[in-house]
């Protein structure tokens, strides 16, 4: 498991992350400190506003808290993967019966290096509306990754 500290040593390379958040559980609560989380231990870039929208598959829940950040950090994928699920479960993540179910935090990596990662991006409005917002604020854009072509 990676240390919590994602900040980089001098001449360390960095990685650039683009990352879907969700939440449907005291939304605005976990929000925040997902963001503060991140802000502490990896370098925040920047992210997109906050949308609310309504839960896609499972219904009976409250509507969802959507938002993408873009993070820079010098773990490599794998561990910077494993570092969000950390965060997740710091956040009261528990992982129940039903994958599109209630959760307190849902962070996934949409882009990395600048390469589409997941196909999420494509199919659903709550990931791409934030993550286009983020690319044009901060002038950055996204390709497909070469094992999606």
């Excluded at 498991?1 to 990352?19: D, K, N, Q, R, W």
Aim: charged residues 20%; proline residues 5%.
């Amino acid at each position: 498991m990676p240390s919590t500290s994602s900040h980089a040593t001098l001449g360390t390379a960095y990685h650039e992350c683009v990352i879907s958040l969700g939440s449907n559980i005291q939304p605005d609560q976990h929000y925040t400190q997902a963001l503060a989380i991140l802000g502490q231990e990896c370098e925040l870039v920047a992210n997109s506003q906050a949308i609310r929208t309504s839960p896609v598959g499972f219904q009976q829940q409250p509507d969802f808290l959507n938002a993408a950040l873009l993070v820079r950090t010098s773990f490599d994928y794998t561990a910077f993967r494993a570092y969000l699920k950390e965060v997740e479960e710091r956040l009261g993540r528990i992982r129940g019966p039903i994958k599109s179910g209630p959760r307190t935090m849902d962070l996934d990596i949409v882009a990395w290096d600048g390469e589409v990662v997941d196909t999420a991006y494509y199919h659903h409005d709550y990931v791409r509306g934030p993550v286009d917002e983020l690319l044009a604020a901060t002038g950055r854009s996204i390709t497909p990754s070469a094992s999606m072509q």
